[in-house]
């Protein structure tokens, strides 16, 4: 079965702090991993996905298949990225679609 | 442009009632999404639409759950004899095609009393 696993339900750092936040997966196909996020009061939305290998407001995530983990991280936090984060696993099915199955999210507090 | 909208924005009705979500979608994304998040959990998928017709239901826990989308644009998810572990945040999705990013609406907040 796909799964998604968040240890952490909160994460709190200081300002300039790293982040690290964790994500293992459970997949038998070739994964495809996205991380969202949820600021305060706004709409779930995409923050980066693995294909792309991209850095977005600092944020970078490597999949590591032998350890079948998708880890978030940035090196200095700011308080602007205090949020919901969730890690998403996209499972294809057989009309073609991705599912996504989520984690249950770790929520980060960045202090000033 | 707007983006997905979602109304009520928040629902609060009776055990055993019957309720109606609405979801519209971003104009010209065919592929349509209904997904469930329970407090503390991550969101749950439930159906899937391509244009019409729902591709993929598998993710609906139940019969007391269905969804249309009658002309491939707005879509409803309709939910009869409701029960207390039906409250959560209903959350709708778009995308251009199934193979595209998924924008997400604000969501449905469904508390059964």
């Known amino acids: 079965a796909q799964r998604v696993t968040q240890p952490e339900k909160l994460l709190s750092v200081f300002k300039g702090a790293p982040v690290e936040l964790k994500c293992n997966y459970s997949?038998?196909?070739?994964?495809?991993l996205f991380w969202y996020v949820q600021y305060s009061r706004q709409r779930l939305q995409l923050l980066l996905r693995?294909?792309s290998r991209e850095s977005i407001k600092g944020f970078t995530a490597d999949l590591n298949k032998g350890e079948t983990s998708f880890h978030l991280k940035k090196p200095f936090a700011q308080e602007e990225d205090s949020a919901m984060y969730y890690c998403?696993?996209?499972?294809?099915?057989?009309?073609?679609?991705?599912?996504?199955?989520f984690g249950t999210g770790t929520r980060l507090l960045v202090s000033p | 442009g707007a983006g997905v909208s979602q109304t009520p924005s928040n629902k609060v009705t009776e055990k055993g009632k019957y309720v109606e979500l609405r979801c519209d979608p971003i104009s010209g994304h065919t592929a349509l999404y209904w997904y469930r998040q329970s407090l503390g959990q991550g969101p749950e998928f439930l159906i899937y639409f391509q244009g019409t017709g729902a591709a993929d239901d598998s993710g609906l826990p139940n019969d007391r759950f269905f969804a249309v989308r009658p002309e491939g644009s707005v879509s409803t998810l309709k939910i009869q004899r409701t029960e207390r572990g039906d409250s959560a945040v209903y959350l709708c999705?778009?995308?251009?095609?199934?193979?595209?990013?998924?924008?997400f609406g604000q969501g449905t907040r469904l508390t059964v009393v």
């Open positions: 998403a696993l996209s499972t294809r099915m057989n009309t073609g679609f991705q599912k996504l199955v």
């Open positions: 999705a778009s995308s251009f095609d199934m193979n595209t990013e998924a924008f």
């Open positions: 997949y038998s196909g070739s994964p495809e």
């Open positions: 693995h294909i």
